[in-house]
């Protein structure tokens, strides 16, 4: 019903599952009912309403992990609870509160550090959240918190070329982005070689072919990516000669 745009029929369906599962309040499967209920809140335009499923969906899940695992965490414990998280940050983002909406984040996806004591972003954290989380901070005036995010964000997929865009209207210089999406690009092209190696590692009736698996993967517009960052960041600082001719050549 809900893939077929069928909003208030879907709505009313989940009610009806929801008073039946409310025998049993800590029942993890209710999760999976609330979270439906607030896509149609938020498909309806009901965007508080949409909080209240996301979040007690949320605590829902939380609370299960941690009964199973015997855990105590404030962040987030697994992928389906960062998920709700962040569109519980987003409803509240739609009805305008920032702070409440960066809170959510930033208590589900809390900085770790790695072996060399360098911040680096939580392990459930996604391109969304990072980016979602950097457009609140921006917006209420954190702007180092937000270069930040982006940062991470860009790390994460180099190719999130709204982060290039930001960082340079931010300020960051292009040397810094610049280094940011080369070190994305090289992790993708790491994940790719780990992926060939564990294909062919469990594909046992084909013979490695060990000139091939020494192949680096190529990824199409690394260059084109640095190119875009060098034209937002020369045009971010009033380099207008210099920016036109970076927007010439992404467009030629």
């Given at each position: 019903?809900?893939?077929?745009?069928?909003?208030?029929?879907?709505?009313?369906?989940?009610?009806?599952?929801?008073?039946?599962?409310?025998?049993?309040?800590?029942?993890?499967?209710?999760?999976?009912?609330?979270?439906?209920?607030?896509?149609?809140?938020?498909?309806?335009?009901?965007?508080?309403?949409?909080?209240?499923?996301?979040?007690?969906?949320?605590?829902?899940?939380?609370s299960?992990?941690?009964?199973?695992?015997?855990?105590?965490?404030?962040?987030?414990?697994?992928?389906?609870?960062?998920?709700?998280?962040?569109?519980?940050?987003?409803?509240?983002?739609?009805?305008?509160?920032?702070?409440?909406?960066?809170?959510?984040?930033?208590?589900?996806?809390?900085?770790?550090?790695?072996?060399?004591?360098q911040?680096?972003p939580?392990?459930?954290?996604?391109?969304?959240?990072?980016?979602?989380?950097?457009?609140?901070?921006?917006?209420?005036?954190?702007?180092?918190?937000?270069?930040?995010?982006?940062?991470?964000?860009?790390?994460?997929?180099?190719?999130a070329?709204?982060?290039?865009?930001?960082?340079?209207?931010?300020?960051?210089d292009?040397?810094?982005?610049?280094?940011?999406?080369?070190?994305?690009?090289?992790?993708?092209?790491?994940?790719?070689?780990?992926?060939?190696?564990?294909?062919?590692?469990?594909?046992?009736?084909?013979?490695?072919?060990?000139?091939?698996?020494?192949t680096?993967?190529?990824?199409?517009?690394?260059?084109?990516?640095?190119?875009?960052?060098?034209?937002?960041?020369?045009?971010?600082?009033?380099?207008?000669?210099?920016?036109?001719?970076?927007?010439?050549?992404?467009?030629?």
């Amino acid at each position: 019903l809900f893939e077929a745009h069928q909003f208030k029929s879907c709505e009313l369906v989940a009610l009806m599952e929801l008073s039946q599962m409310k025998q049993k309040p800590q029942d993890v499967g209710i999760a999976i009912t609330l979270e439906i209920l607030g896509n149609c809140a938020v498909s309806t335009d009901r965007d508080r309403q949409a909080n209240d499923y996301f979040r007690d969906a949320a605590e829902l899940v939380h609370s299960y992990f941690q009964r199973e695992t015997g855990e105590i965490k404030e962040e987030a414990t697994s992928a389906w609870e960062a998920n709700l998280r962040i569109k519980e940050s987003r409803a509240l983002s739609n009805v305008g509160s920032i702070i409440e909406a960066a809170s959510i984040l930033e208590r589900s996806f809390p900085r770790t550090r790695n072996s060399e004591q360098q911040r680096q972003p939580h392990y459930h954290s996604t391109l969304e959240s990072l980016m979602l989380l950097g457009n609140l901070h921006t917006m209420s005036g954190r702007v180092s918190d937000a270069v930040t995010e982006y940062k991470f964000a860009l790390l994460k997929n180099p190719y999130a070329l709204e982060a290039v865009e930001r960082l340079a209207k931010l300020g960051c210089d292009e040397s810094t982005i610049l280094a940011l999406v080369d070190v994305g690009l090289k992790r993708m092209v790491k994940e790719q070689l780990a992926q060939r190696k564990k294909e062919s590692t469990e594909d046992t009736n084909t013979a490695c072919d060990s000139k091939d698996e020494g192949t680096t993967p190529v990824l199409p517009i690394g260059g084109t990516i640095r190119e875009y960052a060098l034209a937002h960041s020369t045009l971010h600082r009033n380099q207008i000669s210099s920016s036109l001719q970076h927007f010439t050549e992404l467009s030629s």
